[in-house]
């Protein structure tokens, strides 16, 4: 099927420079997929290329992580550092029989402009962002529900989704999953999207924070992908890091010093 071109719908958005320059195609493949990946926008390791053919969906530290997974549960280990191009992980999604798209193909992180400036403002292209606040996309949609931008947004969405057949969802992240759903119920109700429960895991930018959620998403995972190849199951449960005011990271309960024993 290669890259799905959504935007026919001429008000959003409505800057034919901004939606070249900072779209990212979702990667999906022909036939009915396993899983349907759902992540919620690009970042800027995403938007990084100039060539609309080389950005893809995860990229940066966090998707080193996630691609590093799905390659070994296929039995391999590849370098991930760079991450592969886009073509190649086309492939890997092909073999693995699964989709990865954006909830919104550009990005909704206010903090993009830090690197791009002001032509990626969100607030400015899209007429929402990521966070909370008057421009916050459940405050803009609370105002103008599906006549405004996030309704747009969501729209977009429900078109792309419609032109997908997958066996289950799975969101990534929080952001994600709210947008799933706002769409879903917009699809016909013999949709096949809609026969099963949508499954959210923790995003892959919080597996580094937190061991805890890299094991809760693999967890997810493995039953729907398979189990990689010398997995002998899990170990006990790794305590959570936490932070203890403006002190060192802990670990269940512990001062963890590097090289060193817990204390």
């Not at 800027?44 to 799905?70: A, F």
């Not at 997908?164 to 994600?176: F, H, T």
């Not at 199951?233 to 802990?250: H, L």
Request: proline share 8%.
């Amino acid at each position: 099927m290669g890259v799905i071109d959504s935007f026919t719908m001429k008000s959003w958005p409505e800057h034919f420079e901004y939606m070249e320059r900072f779209r990212v195609p979702d990667l999906v493949g022909a036939g009915t997929a396993r899983v349907l990946f759902v992540g919620d926008a690009p970042s800027r390791d995403e938007v990084s290329s100039e060539d609309i053919g080389e950005r893809s969906p995860l990229r940066g530290v966090s998707g080193r992580q996630w691609w590093k997974e799905l390659f070994r549960i296929l039995g391999e280990s590849p370098a991930v550092n760079p991450i592969p191009g886009r073509a190649q992980l086309q492939a890997l999604c092909d073999r693995l029989k699964i989709q990865i798209i954006h909830a919104v193909q550009f990005p909704i992180d206010p903090k993009i402009k830090n690197h791009f400036g002001d032509a990626a403002s969100p607030e400015s292209y899209l007429g929402f962002a990521k966070g909370s606040g008057p421009v916050g996309y459940k405050a803009v949609f609370k105002n103008s529900k599906m006549e405004g931008p996030v309704g747009q947004a969501i729209q977009d969405l429900v078109k792309r989704l419609s032109l997908l057949d997958a066996e289950q969802i799975v969101c990534i992240g929080q952001d994600s999953k709210w947008f799933i759903d706002q769409a879903l119920v917009l699809l016909p109700e013999n949709s096949p999207l809609r026969k099963n429960p949508v499954i959210q895991v923790p995003h892959p930018s919080s597996w580094l924070r937190n061991e805890i959620y890299r094991r809760r998403a693999l967890e997810a995972l493995y039953p729907l992908l398979g189990t990689p190849v010398g997995h002998d199951g899990w170990k006990e449960e790794p305590a959570a890091w936490v932070r203890q005011g403006s002190g060192p990271m802990v670990r269940g309960g512990l001062r963890v010093i590097r090289g060193g024993t817990p204390t």
